[in-house]
T-cell receptor
Framework: TQLLEQSPQFLSIQEGENLTVYCNSS?????LQWYRQEPGEGPVLLVT?????EVKKLKRLTFQFGDARKDSSLHITAAQPGDTGLYLC?????????FGAGTRLTVKP | DTGVSQNPRHKITKRGQNVTFRCDPI?????LYWYRQTLGQGPEFLTY????????KSRLLSDRFSAERPKGSFSTLEIQRTEQGDSAMYLC?????????????FGSGTRLTVV
């Protein structure tokens, strides 16, 4: 059972479109992380959010942590084919991170 | 440092055989984690080491699974009497004390196929 629910499960869009993916939980997390994973590789950390209401920007990616620290969103502006991958959120649970099932994003040229 | 290294990258084994995977973490990292990932799912936590001490084990880690980190450096994950349900990607990650801020560094994983 995943503590973190991610939606949508799959997303296929055209290059240049904007998108938002979500990560929700009934639990409060001390921090929440977003990773991106490509086929046959391990996840790679994109960002950590710690403070409720926090917004972080990484070029075309905007991450938001909910005020109650139970949910988060990732917004991508002007998506590119290189953004294709599995986007995973992970919440701190004691000494380790627990992952959602991910959103599989495909950006078509 | 070349990051987290896992060997082998792929392993095909017959049901009932034992397999062992190795993980070499980033040398400065004192924490090491094993996760299992099946198709369409996120990584599921298996176990966690701080230096050589195994501090937490998931219910997923049945008595056929054992993990060690004998000198607080590399780690091994052994699966005895493999079953088809063990087929998955086994991921190793490492971190320092500040993992909640700086996250984990993952290896490329070992893909196990039990036939």
């Amino acid at each position: 059972t995943q503590l973190l629910e991610q939606s949508p499960q799959f997303l296929s869009i055209q290059e240049g479109e904007n998108l938002t993916v979500y990560c929700n939980s009934s639990s409060v997390f001390s921090s929440l992380q977003w990773y991106r994973q490509e086929p046959g590789e391990g996840p790679v950390l994109l960002v950590t959010v710690v403070t409720g209401g926090e917004v972080k920007k990484l070029k075309r990616l905007t991450f938001q942590f909910g005020d109650a620290r139970k949910d988060s969103s990732l917004h991508i502006t002007a998506a590119q084919p290189g953004d294709t991958g599995l986007y995973l959120c992970a919440g701190a649970d004691n000494n380790d991170m627990r992952f959602g099932a991910g959103t599989r994003l495909t950006v078509k040229p | 440092d070349t990051g987290v290294s896992q060997n082998p990258r792929h392993k095909i084994t017959k049901r009932g055989q034992n397999v062992t995977f190795r993980c070499d973490p980033i040398s400065e990292h004192n924490r090491l984690y094993w996760y299992r990932q099946t198709l369409g799912q996120g990584p599921e936590f298996l176990t966690y080491f701080q230096n050589e001490a195994q501090l937490e084990k998931s219910r997923l880690l049945s008595d056929r699974f054992s993990a060690e980190r004998p000198k607080g450096s590399f780690s091994t994950l052994e699966i005895q009497r493999t079953e088809q349900g063990d087929s998955a990607m086994y991921l190793c990650a490492s971190s320092g004390w500040d993992s909640l801020l700086y996250g984990y560094t993952f290896g490329s994983g070992t893909r196990l196929t039990v036939v």
